[in-house]
């Protein structure tokens, strides 16, 4: 799948382990920065100019404010926005049955939802091959959205994030036609524009079962005149025959996700095309990736490698090689807690804590990338402030 997070792969505790941490501790300060945040973002200007007018570096709330509330939510948006955020991942997108755009990181959605609780949907689990990868779960596509609308979001790592759990069963599945809404009305209440950076889930999955992405994206971008160059969307996707595909079809910034060097966009493989990651952050790979895309999301280890003991090695060449053919670097995914951080950030033992994110950040931003997805936007904007003095 193109959805991996190396932070967490080489976290050697799993994938989606050891989140956690005092969040209500960290809410506590957290909330006494949304002043702060707000001062920061408009001295940076607004969003009425295109990406160009986002502050540098761009602090992403990756699924939201995903370290503090669960993900994918108005609760986790909302949040995200107040603690700084200058743009939200508000969301990840996945169809219906009924070919409606719902927000959920992935198809599957037995780990954020209550669906297991709901006995009318129990015959609808199933086990998929998704991407290459059997997924036994209920999926969204064997949903029509009134049914999803049943549902009810929970967090996703309840045994790392316990105190997320106090929100479960709040918030129900947004939709994206409603997140587009939501926009406006946060901008209007705000005063400020706000922008949000929906990605493509699975974009050749979905297309092989009739419901494909792209064009429902750009139908609803267009019904909200928000398809232009200067629209405050930025779209994503890990396979770049999608993002060609939105190239066609809307003006928006657009962004290609890349995973490990050694993995291979699931269209590749569907299509036959040969080449890894590997071989996209060549120069050649990024010249041909700029004649459609205005950036690259790439994992933060294609940025600075670690060791085989977790550290950060030195800085790859990929900063100056994609900024040479004009593209911009959004990484991810930073995170507060130990097991996400490099082994040189890790601040004792404990699995749950908060290590010296404020020092990875340092790092990372020395490299030159131009914005980064977090789960704590509030860590980020504060990073930022160090960093830009
Ligand atoms: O979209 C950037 C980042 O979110 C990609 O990772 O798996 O969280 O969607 P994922
Ligand atoms: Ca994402």
């Keep these: 799948m193109g959805t991996r997070e190396s932070n ?20 506590g ?18 969003g009425h100019g295109g990406v160009k007018s986002l502050p540098k570096p761009t602090i992403i709330g990756h699924r ?14 909302q ?16 169809p219906t049955r009924d070919g409606h755009l719902v927000c959920r990181h992935e198809p599957e959605i037995g780990g954020t939802t209550d669906v297991a609780d709901h006995p009318e949907f129990a015959d609808r689990k199933k086990t998929k091959l998704l991407d290459g990868v ?44 409603e997140v587009l809404r939501w926009q406006d009305e946060q901008t209007r209440k705000r005063g400020k524009q706000v ?27 267009g019904k909200y005149r928000k398809d232009r160059r200067t629209s405050p969307v930025i779209l994503q996707s890990f396979e770049p025959t999608s993002v060609q595909r939105l190239h066609k079809l809307v003006d928006n910034p657009l962004v290609v996700l890349l995973s490990s060097a050694d993995s291979r966009p699931w269209d ?38 670690r ?48 290590g010296d994110v404020f020092g990875a950040y340092k790092a990372y931003f020395a490299t030159g990338i131009d914005g980064v997805f977090t789960d704590q936007p509030d860590t980020g904007v504060l990073a930022r402030g160090d960093f830009t003095g």
């Design 195 to 221: 922008w949000i950076y929906p990605e493509l889930k699975h974009p050749t999955y979905f297309r092989k079962q009739g419901l494909p992405l792209e064009e429902r994206v750009a139908k609803l971008l």
């Design 29 to 46: 300060a957290v909330l006494g920065m949304a002043g702060t945040a707000r001062a920061d973002s408009a001295r940076h200007g607004g």
């Design 79 to 94: 949040l995200a926005l107040d603690l700084g955020a200058d743009i939200v991942e508000a969301g990840d997108l996945v």
């Design 8 to 27: 967490e792969e080489t976290s050697g505790t799993g994938r989606r382990a050891l989140l956690g941490a005092a969040v209500l501790g960290a809410g």
């Design 268 to 305: 590749f493989v569907e299509t036959g095309d040969p080449r890894t990651v590997a071989d996209l952050v060549k120069p050649a790979g990024l010249r041909e990736i700029a004649s459609y895309a205005q950036g690259i999301g790439p994992t933060l280890d294609l940025v600075v490698p």
């Design 134 to 177: 059997s997924i036994t779960g209920w999926f969204t596509e064997d949903f029509t959205l009134a049914e999803l609308k049943t549902l009810r979001a929970v967090e996703r790592i309840p045994a790392n994030r316990p105190h997320n759990t106090l929100y479960n069963g709040r918030w129900e599945i947004p939709t994206f036609e």
């Design 307 to 354: 060791d085989a003991q977790g550290r950060l090695t030195r800085p790859t060449t990929l900063v100056s090689d994609a900024h040479r053919v004009g593209l911009i670097l959004h990484p991810y995914t930073m995170r507060n807690e130990n097991p996400f951080l490099p082994a040189d950030f890790r601040e004792g033992t404990d699995p749950d804590a908060y």
């Design 64 to 77: 939201g404010a995903s370290g503090y509330r669960p993900e994918h939510t108005f609760g986790s948006y």
